[in-house]
């Protein structure tokens, strides 16, 4: 894909998980500090590729991250950072999947990397709509 078409499938996923009423951060090359601060989804090229995911909200992500390195992995902070890591990767999934997208979860960890739908790019001699 040119770098266009990756730039037009960005907005294209943003524009559908705004429309399922997820709001989305500015749009970073990266997930960013900023991005990371006020938590939500965040979709980014990386590799030649169009990358979503779900970031905490980053007092979850601190405090969980806190005690995991204090050893407690079993405190309440890191079930719900958990829960909610978990519950938002299916819930994007679901998303994305309905939005016709076509998804390739990683190998370890959450987020997915994006395959045009069947409908999103133009095969030889056509236009987009």
């Known amino acids: ?3 266009s078409n990756l730039e037009e ?3 294209r996923v943003r524009f559908d998980l705004e429309s399922a009423g997820l709001l989305q951060p500015p749009p970073p090359a990266l997930p960013s500090a900023d991005d990371e601060a006020q938590g939500g989804p965040v979709v980014y090229i990386e590799d030649g590729q169009v990358h979503v995911d779900w970031l905490c909200h980053a007092r979850l992500n601190d405090a969980s991250l806190d005690m995991v390195e204090a ?3 079993e405190d309440d902070v890191v ?3 958990e829960a909610v890591r978990v ?3 299916t ?3 679901a998303i994305l999947h309905g939005f016709g997208y076509r998804l390739d979860a990683p190998h370890f960890g959450y987020g997915y990397t994006i395959r045009p739908a069947h409908h999103d790019f133009p095969t030889a001699g ?3 709509s």
């Open 79 to 81: 079930r719900r950072y």
């Open 1 to 3: 894909m040119t770098t």
């Open 71 to 73: 050893g407690r992995d």
């Open 91 to 93: 819930a994007l999934g």
């Open 9 to 11: 499938l960005a907005e």
């Open 87 to 89: 519950a938002m990767h």
């Open 126 to 128: 056509q236009e987009l």
